[in-house]
């Protein structure tokens, strides 16, 4: 069989699953989101000031970023795990996010004397938000690995990879309601460096698990 009828094989049987693959992934993202907060309010829960936080621009900034990179990590994921269906255009959105907290980082550096650029860096959470925000998304890179096994991605590595990086900007969008360390620059380092876990731990997973 030649590749392209695998393919177009392997896309109508995805698209004969019981429940359409698109319905399908908005019930995984609401019962990866129930998870999290189950997690999330169950451990750290939100920070005292959290309404007051609202109406500062930095502590917003947090939930942008996240927002950004779960939204566009979803389209890319929904594409992916269905094969034959084009990345392109959710493959460049990706890289939304990163830009995103690039430009705050940079007005940050302008707005800060250079002698507390340091202290913003590494903040006084740094242990906990590397602890929690993969905490947080184990549970729903879980959700999403399985999700992956009912399509049928054809890059299951960089399906399972993708899978962690929503898992983490989902768990970093809880996270955020909690960490006192509202700088880009901390936001940049440290919850970079935690969806990054989770996207090893995709990227694992999908070669372990998702591969046909």
Same mark, same amino acid.
């Given at each position: 069989?030649?590749?392209?009828?695998?393919?177009?094989?392997?896309?109508?049987?995805?698209?004969?699953?019981?429940?359409?693959?698109?319905?399908?992934?908005?019930?995984?993202?609401?019962?990866?989101?129930?998870?999290? !907060?189950?997690?999330?309010?169950?451990?750290?829960?939100?920070?005292?000031?959290?309404?007051?936080?609202?109406?500062?621009?930095?502590?917003?900034?947090?939930?942008?970023? #996240?927002?950004?990179?779960?939204?566009?990590?979803?389209?890319?994921?929904?594409?992916?795990?269905?094969?034959?269906?084009?990345? +392109?255009?959710?493959?460049?959105?990706?890289?939304?996010?990163? @830009?995103?907290?690039? *430009?705050?980082?940079? @007005?940050? /550096?302008?707005?800060?004397?250079?002698?507390?650029?340091?202290? +913003?860096?590494?903040?006084?959470?740094?242990?906990?938000?590397? #602890?929690?925000?993969?905490?947080?998304?184990?549970?729903?890179?879980?959700?999403?690995?399985?999700?992956?096994?009912?399509?049928?991605?054809?890059?299951?590595?960089?399906?399972?990879?993708?899978?962690?990086?929503? !898992?983490?900007?989902? !768990?970093?969008?809880?996270?955020?309601?909690?960490?006192?360390?509202?700088?880009? /620059?901390?936001?940049? #380092?440290?919850?970079?460096?935690?969806?990054?876990? *989770? !996207? /090893? /731990?995709?990227?694992?997973?999908? +070669?372990?698990?998702?591969?046909?």
């Amino acid at each position: 069989m030649r590749t392209e009828d695998l393919i177009k094989a392997l896309d109508a049987d995805a698209r004969g699953k019981a429940m359409p693959m698109g319905k399908a992934w908005w019930l995984a993202v609401g019962v990866a989101a129930v998870i999290a !907060a189950a997690v999330f309010f169950t451990t750290i829960g939100p920070r005292p000031d959290f309404m007051p936080a609202m109406h500062t621009m930095r502590f917003m900034s947090k939930f942008v970023f #996240t927002l950004v990179l779960a939204v566009s990590a979803f389209a890319l994921i929904r594409a992916l795990s269905m094969p034959g269906a084009s990345t +392109r255009r959710a493959m460049a959105w990706m890289v939304a996010a990163p @830009l995103l907290v690039v *430009l705050a980082v940079v @007005l940050e /550096l302008f707005a800060i004397p250079q002698a507390d650029w340091g202290r +913003r860096l590494i903040g006084s959470n740094m242990m906990i938000c590397m #602890t929690f925000i993969p905490l947080i998304g184990v549970g729903p890179l879980a959700i999403f690995l399985g999700m992956l096994r009912y399509g049928a991605p054809t890059r299951p590595v960089l399906a399972g990879a993708v899978a962690g990086l929503l !898992a983490g900007g989902l !768990a970093a969008t809880f996270y955020a309601a909690h960490c006192f360390d509202d700088s880009p /620059l901390f936001v940049a #380092t440290w919850y970079t460096i935690a969806i990054a876990l *989770l !996207a /090893l /731990l995709g990227a694992i997973g999908g +070669r372990l698990f998702v591969r046909w």
